[in-house]
């Protein structure tokens, strides 16, 4: 019988409460998630791809449902290479609706199977995104309900605090 399986991008730098939200969601309507690492060498990111990838595996410990993978290139080309067509996003905000609008349509025109599905996070998580994360842990703030333990001790040694 054929798995049912989702790929949700991203750069994950770094992964959060939200994105787990997502993936859990996810889980609840296909067997397999797989949570593909962008690896973009022109996008400056803090986390290593490797430490991307090793902060995910820490928070599915032990879910076979859940795998993490890099990619680089097209995401169209990763989807085509592993005999994948399905891609999940989280809208978060009105204001990801369009560049996710946009992104669906070019992807479309390069793979015609192609097929997007957005999942909604809880509303405790609606707000946080990767990049505020990394503002609070530049500054030494609280990170308890953004990223869990593990992830927050590597932001903030990323950025010598605590």
Do not use: W
Not at 35 to 64: C, H, M, Q, W
């Amino acid at each position: 019988m054929k798995k049912n399986i989702i790929v949700y991008p991203g750069s994950f730098d770094p992964f959060t409460f939200g994105h787990e939200d997502l993936v859990n969601r996810a889980l609840n309507i296909f067997d397999e998630v797989v949570v593909a690492v962008l690896e973009n060498p022109k996008k400056d990111t803090l986390l290593s791809v490797e430490e991307r990838i090793e902060i995910i595996k820490n928070y599915f410990k032990g879910n076979d449902s859940v795998k993490i993978v890099a990619f680089e290139g097209l995401l169209v080309d990763f989807l085509k290479t592993n005999g994948l067509n399905i891609i999940m996003r989280g809208m978060r905000m009105l204001s990801d609706f369009e560049f996710e609008f946009q992104m669906s349509l070019t992807n479309r025109r390069l793979f015609k199977d192609f097929e997007a599905i957005y999942l909604v996070p809880a509303m405790k998580f609606s707000f946080i995104s990767s990049s505020i994360v990394r503002e609070i842990a530049s500054f030494n703030g609280d990170l308890d309900e953004f990223v869990n333990k593990h992830t927050k001790e590597i932001l903030y040694e990323k950025f010598n605090q605590k």
